[in-house]
């Protein structure tokens, strides 16, 4: 098994004869996969090799590369060098879908993780989530489809839930499957919920992200409030709150998704049905 070896930016500029600043741009964009190690940025020697003394004309690494680098631009709140990314990923061949399935939401995941260890702090928490509604919103219109749609979905997270980030996610993700999304955001009272889905033709499911801790009961009387007053249309729960199928079933759901990957196979799925 080889042992990869990590040089520094300067050793990597002086091998890709390159000024200091230039690398350091690479690592910023995420063209070039870092790690900090003692407060300094390494690189992989096989990274380096793979780039080139003529860098600018290779192919970038695999886009989940990309990701650590992100994470980082967001954190620190730099939306123009996280975004700088996300150009690079789309001119590299990836769709938008991608770039949410591989690059943000992972970011997020990792950033939410990260701030559940304090590992980072609520400001870094913060600006990243900040940094990534903006970004959101530029992504967004890049998901509309041509074509005939495949039914309404509406998305939101209950009372006592301020998260809106993953239902915009979702919401992007399934817009860009040919279905009519409404988004209500986060912190939606379960009257909401029952008043659009009640006054909407062509609702196939309901789905909600649950992510604020000691929750459960606020998303159960949701679901049950669904239920009654629209019988027949499915309530789909899924986020941090809801770890796995038995707290779904515990909370009267009728199915659940581990992750935003599941929830596009959910769907999918109801289409079927």
């Not at 080139?52 to 990309?66: I, K, N, S, W």
């Not at 993953?166 to 279905?179: E, Q, T």
């Not at 789905?207 to 000691?214: L, R, V």
Request: proline letters at 5%; charged letters at 30%.
């Amino acid at each position: 098994m080889t042992t990869e070896t990590y040089i520094s930016l300067k050793i990597a500029a002086e091998k890709l004869d390159l000024h200091y600043m230039t690398v350091y741009r690479y690592v910023r964009t995420g063209r070039l996969p870092a790690v900090k190690v003692d407060g300094e940025w390494r690189v992989r020697q096989s990274d380096v090799d793979f780039l080139g003394a003529d860098g600018a004309d290779r192919t970038p690494r695999p886009r989940e590369e990309q990701r650590p680098a992100l994470e980082e631009r967001m954190i620190a709140g730099d939306e123009a060098g996280a975004w700088q990314i996300i150009e690079l990923a789309l001119g590299s061949g990836a769709d938008v879908e991608e770039v949410y399935l591989k690059l943000l939401i992972p970011a997020m995941r990792s950033i939410g993780d990260r701030w559940e260890t304090e590992d980072i702090s609520v400001l870094d928490e913060h600006q990243a989530t900040a940094v990534a509604t903006r970004i959101v919103a530029r992504l967004g219109p890049m998901f509309r489809r041509r074509g005939r749609r495949r039914g309404v979905v509406i998305i939101g997270a209950p009372a006592g839930d301020p998260h809106a980030l993953a239902p915009a996610f979702l919401a992007d993700l399934l817009r860009g499957r040919r279905f009519e999304v409404l988004d209500l955001g986060g912190n939606t009272p379960a009257e909401s919920f029952v008043e659009l889905a009640s006054k909407t033709d062509g609702v196939r499911a309901v789905a909600i992200s649950a992510t604020a801790p000691d929750n459960l009961d606020v998303v159960t009387e949701t679901v049950a409030a669904i239920h009654d007053a629209c019988p027949g249309v499915p309530v789909l729960v899924g986020g941090h709150l809801i770890s796995s199928r038995e707290v779904a079933e515990q909370v009267g759901a009728d199915d659940w998704a581990p992750d935003a990957e599941g929830a596009l196979e959910l769907f999918e799925e109801i289409l079927v049905r």
